[in-house]
């Protein structure tokens, strides 16, 4: 292995969303992940979440299994487990069971404690109970969903990741590992550092579709062109205004207006009408070499291809599934081209040599349903 991470070891105990990510991107800068299932299943080139990983497939409702599980554990830096609380204890994988060094990272929706520990949940409803929901869409409209992006892997997997990076880095001082106990419900807020201070300052308000980022301004929104395709408009500083104005032809006089909320509603009308009078792809060669903050709005397709994007191989195709390549970029420890998704439980043989059972062994195991 190769990248940042490569002498990292973790196990991740298979599940849904944000941890099999967190998982995924350890393995993408060279981490040895681990993954243990509870059953064997034939490759899915399109299970993005897997690449880079190994598979070993074991009943953890048997003794056996479990032995199997913690002798893994005890050879490994991170565990990252993703059940409800009370799951991993009641399998008698807990963390009192794992050894003092053992970065234990644990990812839930609501948090470890709390009168809603035990509640089902997905993105949609972390991002309602934080206020970020309250305040993304238009005024007037019911809240938009913005995929599952800022909870499960904004909230979720990237503070997961943060939790872990910086245990290690403790563990390094001394010597103990410690529980990463991670809430999508606690990294959105955490995440909102910056209009809560609006708030406080009352340069923001709780109405929706009536602020500086959320698409009222008619300098940071979204515009439809003549072929039904459409631009991104960020101009938010009054030097990039002051060029998007000029650009575009916009039939704006006062510049000095710009943050006037008085004047956006009709200055969006203003704005959309220039904008439907060319193409998408008009609109972007207008701009190619300015710094207005105007961008095309691609698709899924029309992204990878994008000159920026394949100059700097954002994006890489294995199999016909498109996926991004590693990310960050590292000058001297540069990851490798990951490797694809492997069948569930296809390492599982040579896990378990590796740790030391013999073939009779793993035989005797897979006849008792210890392993699949």
Known sequence: ???????????????????????????????????????????????????????????????????????????????????????????????????????????????????????????????????????????????????????????????????????????????????????????????????????????WTVERGANWLDGAAPFYRCYECADGKFISVGALEPQFYAELVDKAGLPIHDLSAQNDKTQWHKTSEDFAKVFITKTRDEWAAVFEESDACVTPILDFDEAPVHPQNAQRDVFFADRETTQASPAPRFSRTCPQKPAPPKAIGADTDDLLREMGYSNECISRMRQAGDIT
């Open 1 to 203: 292995m190769t990248g940042p991470l490569a002498s990292l070891k973790v196990v991740e105990f298979t599940g849904l969303g944000p941890a099999p990510l967190a998982g995924q991107l350890l393995a993408d800068l060279g981490a040895t992940v681990i993954a243990i299932d509870r059953g064997s299943a034939p490759v899915d080139p399109t299970d993005i979440n897997r690449r880079g990983k190994r598979s070993i497939a074991l009943n953890l409702k048997s003794e056996t299994g479990r032995s199997v599980a913690r002798k893994l554990i005890a050879q490994s830096d991170v565990l990252i487990e993703g059940f409800r609380p009370g799951v991993m204890e009641r399998l008698q994988l807990g963390p009192d069971t794992c050894p003092e060094t053992l970065i234990y990272a644990r990812m839930t929706g609501w948090g470890q404690v709390g009168p809603w520990s035990q509640k089902a949940g997905h993105d949609i409803n972390y991002l309602a109970m934080t206020g970020a929901l309250h305040a993304i869409g238009p005024e007037r409209e019911p809240p938009t969903v913005p995929l599952n992006l800022i909870a499960d892997f904004g909230g979720g997997t990237m503070f997961l990741l943060l939790g872990i990076l910086s245990a290690l880095i403790e563990k390094g001082i001394s010597g103990k590992g410690q529980i990463v106990d991670a809430a999508m419900a606690d990294g959105v807020p955490a995440m909102m550092g910056l209009i809560h201070g609006m708030l406080a300052k009352g340069s």
